[in-house]
């Protein structure tokens, strides 16, 4: 059992939360991940890890609660416990070779683009962060972003907070203006980072994208991770979660992802039969 110690509401569906998992926080990595279960009966669900302390023996997680797991997950409280966390899985973000980076997150991407941009920063290296989000009610690690990276800046797709533009003219704009990157690392929608790497393809510039996908045993035995690529089948879950951006088949990801839509729909909008209004998520 992995007990709840910190709990924070980061907006109207996305959790910050911290769980003890001492031999998970022994050797986790910025990058890696973690697949959990809230219950016996729960099904597997993959989450990258914002931190881990290894003093506290405790990791953590920000996450959106869109299924029916995260769901339930961002229903516990402090002192409350779930079943299984397994990890760190998944390969370490790369920090060696590099003098400059920036890091592209785009919506619920934030999340997982926090532990990247903050593993970069801790390894000495002058990192760049474009945060982008539809509207202000959506933005999320604003501060944290602010006190860990060099440069921060805040798009809106609406220009209600930060500057009113999407995170690749953001991104474009900064390569114009002669900031020079070793490379971008971008985490989000699979259509923000499709065009990322078309932006910085232009510019000779490598791009690395972290991917979640539909994912199950994390140990590459069931396949559900899958994608296409360099022409090849790799695994999210054992060759990743990190590639070469510009090897990934987009097209084949983006309508893998999407599988499983209305399944989601449907519990996010579940209604209890027996109250009439109680819900999996508020």
């Not at 709840?4 to 924070?8: D, F, I, L, S």
């Not at 393809?201 to 199950?216: E, F, R, Y």
């Given at each position: 059992?992995h007990k709840?110690?910190?709990?924070?509401q980061?907006?109207?569906?996305?959790?910050?939360?911290?769980?003890?998992?001492?031999?998970?926080?022994e050797?986790?990595?910025?990058?890696?991940?973690?697949?959990?279960?809230?219950?016996?009966?729960?099904?597997?669900?993959?989450?990258?890890?914002?931190?881990?302390?290894?003093?506290?023996?405790?990791v953590?997680l920000i996450?959106?609660a869109?299924?029916?797991s995260?769901?339930?997950l961002?229903?516990?409280?402090?002192?409350?416990s779930?079943?299984?966390?397994?990890?760190?899985?998944?390969?370490?973000?790369?920090v060696?070779?590099?003098?400059?980076?920036?890091?592209?997150?785009?919506?619920?991407?934030?999340a997982?683009?926090?532990?990247?941009?903050?593993?970069?920063?801790?390894?000495?290296l002058?990192?760049d962060?474009i945060s982008g989000?539809?509207?202000k009610?959506?933005?999320?690690?604003?501060?944290?972003f602010?006190a860990?990276?060099?440069?921060?800046?805040?798009?809106?797709?609406?220009?209600s907070?930060?500057?009113?533009?999407?995170?690749?003219?953001?991104?474009?704009?900064?390569?114009?203006?002669?900031?020079?990157y070793?490379?971008?690392?971008?985490?989000?929608?699979?259509?923000?980072?499709k065009f990322?790497?078309?932006?910085t393809?232009?510019?000779?510039?490598?791009?690395?994208?972290?991917?979640?996908?539909?994912?199950?045993d994390?140990t590459?035995?069931?396949?559900?991770?899958?994608?296409?690529?360099?022409?090849e089948t790799?695994?999210v879950c054992v060759?990743g979660?990190e590639?070469?951006?510009?090897?990934?088949?987009w097209?084949?990801?983006?309508a893998r992802?999407a599988y499983?839509?209305?399944?989601?729909?449907?519990?996010?909008?579940?209604?209890?039969r027996?109250?009439?209004?109680?819900?999996?998520?508020?």
């Open positions: 059992m709840v110690v910190y709990k924070k980061l907006s109207h569906d996305m959790f910050w939360m911290e769980f003890e998992a001492p031999y998970v926080a050797k986790a990595k910025p990058g890696q991940f973690i697949i959990f279960r809230v219950d016996e009966y729960g099904e597997r669900i993959p989450l990258t890890m914002a931190a881990s302390d290894k003093d506290k023996g405790t953590t996450f959106q869109i299924g029916r995260t769901m339930l961002s229903q516990l409280e402090v002192g409350e779930i079943v299984d966390i397994v990890g760190p899985l998944g390969n370490p973000t790369e060696e070779g590099f003098k400059k980076v920036c890091v592209v997150g785009g919506g619920t991407g934030n997982l683009a926090y532990p990247v941009a903050m593993g970069f920063k801790a390894a000495g002058e990192v962060m989000f539809k509207t009610d959506l933005i999320v690690l604003e501060e944290e602010k860990g990276v060099d440069n921060f800046y805040l798009v809106t797709d609406d220009g907070a930060g500057e009113k533009a999407f995170t690749t003219q953001k991104l474009e704009a900064l390569i114009d203006e002669g900031k020079q070793d490379r971008v690392v971008t985490v989000g929608p699979p259509i923000m980072m990322v790497n078309e932006i393809k232009k510019h000779g510039i490598k791009t690395i994208a972290s991917l979640a996908t539909i994912m199950i994390g590459g035995m069931c396949g559900g991770c899958r994608i296409t690529y360099d022409g790799k695994y060759d979660p590639f070469d951006a510009s090897l990934v088949d097209d084949v990801l983006i992802n499983y839509m209305e399944e989601e729909e449907r519990d996010r909008n579940h209604v209890c027996l109250t009439g209004g109680v819900r999996y998520y508020e």
